[in-house]
Each structure stands twice: as C-alpha cells, then as structure tokens.
C-alpha cells in the first residue's frame, strides 16, 4: 500500500527574499561549475548554496561544503528567511514549458511518501551509481533535510487524484517562479483536510514508479537505515520514514519523456562508409546528405517511425548523416541474455548493446567508444559540426509504458534512458528530517 501523507514543509518567506524565482534553482544533477556560479551571483539567500555548495578558498577538506550547507540551512531558518507550515498541507505543483514550439502543463502533487524497500509499491527504472549516492547522504546527515524531491509517477486514467485537487485550487492563490529556461512553476498549498484525505485514498492502491530522482531515493532508503543500525530511530511515523515526493499521473498530457542523444568519442575518424560497413549485416542505411538539413531529415525519419529500433547517425570524419532501421536484433539475446525481451528492444540498450559494443568493436578493434550526452538536435549537429564527437546518435525516447513494464519486472533500463522534462525546482518546499 503506497503511503503517501501531507506535511508541514518549509517555505521561503518571500517577504524576505523577494521574488520566488531568484531563490530556486534546479536539481543538482544538472548544474555545472557555471550555472553553479550565476545562482551564487542571483541572490544571497538562493537555495544552491544549500543544493550543491561550492568549494571555497581555504577549505581544508572535501566535507567543508556540506557543513556549509547545514549552517545556511540552520541559519535561514532561525532567521526566518525560511518559514514552515503552521499544519499538515500537500502542494498542487504546475510546470509550464514549451518543447519544439509546442506548450504543455504538467501536473502534480507534493506529499511525503513513507519509504520502502524495493520489491513494494515502489519502483525504480534506471541503475545508480555511486558517486552521487555518496554525495547525497552527506547533504542529507549534515542538513537532516529532503532539499530537492524524487519525482514519482503513478498510474490514474481518469486523472481523478489530480482533478480533485487542482480544482480546489481555483480558489487560491498560486506562488510563481520561472527558472533559467524560462519553464513557468506555480504552486497552491492545500490544508483542507477533505481533500488530502481523498487524494491520500486515490493514491493508497497505485503503485509508484520513481522518474527522477533515483539517488535521492536510494539515499533516503540508505540514511534510514544507518540511523536504525544506530539506534536512533525507532518511531515508524519519523521524519527519516519519508522522502519529499512529486506525484504524477502517468496520463497526465504534460507529462513527455523527451530522448536523450548520444555524442560518441574514441572511435578515430570513422567515415560513413566505414560506419555503414560495420552495421549492414543487422541494418538497413539511408544515407541522407551532409550537414544540419540531412541530420534533420534522419531525426523527423525516426519521430515518424515511432520505433525503439531506428537511429540517426552523423559521422563527423566527412559530416554525413544517416537514418538506420535495424533489420536483425537477435544478437541481442545472447549481448543482454540477463534482462527481459522488452529491455533488449528498448532504442538505447540496442545502441549501446549491438551498435556501440559489438558491431563497431567488431569493424573497430582499437575503438573505445565514450558517451556523453544531450537533448536536443541542435546540439548533436553543433557537437558533429565542429567535431567535438566522432558520432553523433540521434535516439528515439522510451515510453511511459516501456518505462511502467520494464520497472514492473524489477529491471532497471540504461542510464540516461529517459529524459523528463522540466526538472523539478529545488527550493519550493523543504522536507525536514529533524
């Protein structure tokens, strides 16, 4: 049974800091040295020094961030830059945003989720790693906070749980950000009890698939448990028993996993021609031209298709570009023998499985192919173009329902297999653990 509960969560007072949106920033994950260095420069009290403090001249250990955190996060709240609730409320969350010239709303709720094991109600859908884990337990035992939230999915195909509570909202007064690329946030505080009642009831029986947020989780899971091993948490209803949660309906028409694309280093100066070699016993190749025009025509060839098993590939050596159907994927089952048939289909795990690791190793030898990755055609043609890549791959989103089957088998997908865009805003509302 999902658990899903209201909470007295922490606001900025913005009478204190002014504008909502000079104070928010997005998830950690997605901010880089510079972006980092703009939110420091925005205002004094926004929420990246407490999401990813910077290092500073004259720390003399790694952790000298984290402690920083804390005391801003201690400070503004006996300053009353931050202010909690005065009782138990949920939080109606919209996102306005525009993704190649078309606008959506997505729409969603925060609660605090009781956390459990995987194996429940809960589901995750893509690996973790290390690394973040790590950096995120130290925020969480120097902060005793959820800063940012996991982003849940749920089934709902009448859209009744959200329908509930966005209208009671059109009686209130919403608060407003807009972040850094320009995505409208709005949210409503609802303490009436009827309704959180039914939104809890409406949730009780759905299970929950973790979009975003994966780290987060698992660290919320692993900070439980230390604190348990330590004997100091032995009331079922504490704070450390829930993780801040974005809730949406897997119907939700706001709700698009947008693809993430592949720039692939380490593989020499591969040509088309040698690309086309490498893949034509399991491919069928249309070479489409040079330049923005032909690597667009691959794209709107693959958004056509609808497929999992289609590509567009640029090789920067003689900035050509093709569309790519795969005609023969029955190696697959031996490259992924220990995941399920609906895995080995999905458009990355092809990629990364039959293209990157076995036909190109195989025309290739001395290849050693490197990903980094992003979202949008125009920085795969600026990456080819200048040459920043060797390939350049062009890859068909996964479904919600791919997602919602794969994680029902308690399979995790690839990295970077889905893309949910907007980011949710650190900085609406605080989850204390204290």
Not at 79 to 89: A, G, S
Not at 222 to 235: E, F, M, T, W
Not at 306 to 334: E, L
Not at 346 to 372: R, Y
Request: proline share 6%; glycine share 8%; aromatic share 8%.
């Amino acid at each position: 049974m999902v658990d899903i509960n209201p909470l007295r969560g922490w606001r900025y007072d913005l009478g204190q800091v002014g504008d909502l949106s000079d104070v928010v920033c997005p998830p950690y994950d997605v901010i880089d040295a510079e972006l980092q260095n703009s939110f420091y420069k925005l205002h004094p009290c926004n929420v990246i020094r407490l999401e990813l403090n910077r290092a500073e001249p004259g720390d003399t250990d790694p952790d000298a961030r984290y402690r920083r955190a804390a005391d801003f996060w201690k400070h503004w709240r006996t300053d009353r830059v931050l202010l909690q609730e005065h009782e138990d409320v949920l939080y109606v969350y919209h996102q306005e945003f525009e993704w190649e010239g078309k606008t959506y709303i997505r729409k969603g709720f925060f609660g605090k989720l009781r956390l459990e094991e995987f194996g429940g109600q809960v589901f995750p859908h893509e690996q973790t790693l290390s690394g973040p884990k790590l950096d995120r337990l130290k925020l969480f035992q120097a902060c005793q906070a959820n800063l940012s939230p996991v982003f849940g999915l749920y089934p709902d195909a009448a859209q009744s749980v959200q329908h509930q509570l966005d209208e009671h909202c059109l009686s209130l007064t919403a608060l407003q950000a807009v972040d850094h690329l320009g995505v409208k946030h709005r949210m409503w505080v609802v303490s009436d009890p009827a309704v959180i009642n039914a939104a809890r009831a409406g949730m009780r029986d759905k299970p929950i698939y973790i979009a975003d947020g994966h780290h987060r989780y698992e660290t919320s899971l692993n900070y439980r448990r230390q604190l348990k091993a330590d004997g100091k948490l032995d009331d079922d209803n504490a704070p450390p028993n829930f993780v801040l949660m974005m809730c949406v309906g897997m119907q939700d028409p706001g709700l698009q996993v947008l693809p993430t694309h592949r720039l692939v280093t380490g593989m020499g100066e591969v040509t088309m021609p040698q690309l086309q070699e490498a893949l034509k016993s399991h491919f069928e190749i249309q070479v489409l031209g040079t330049g923005e025009k032909a690597a667009q025509e691959a794209w709107e060839h693959v958004e056509m298709d609808g497929g999992q098993n289609v590509f567009g590939f640029g090789t920067a050596a003689d900035q050509m570009w093709c569309f790519a159907r795969v005609t023969d994927a029955s190696p697959m089952t031996s490259l992924a023998a220990d995941h399920g048939a609906e895995w080995q289909s999905l458009g990355v795990s092809l990629l990364h499985k039959l293209v990157l690791g076995h036909l190109v190793m195989h025309a290739i030898p001395s290849a050693q192919p490197v990903c980094t990755y992003v979202h949008q055609l125009a920085e795969v043609t600026a990456a080819v173009g200048k040459k920043e890549c060797q390939l350049g791959c062009l890859v068909p989103p996964a479904t919600i329902e791919q997602v919602e089957e794969i994680a029902s088998n308690r399979e995790t997908m690839p990295p970077k297999s889905t893309y949910f865009y907007p980011k949710l805003l650190t900085g609406m509302v605080f989850h204390s653990l204290a």
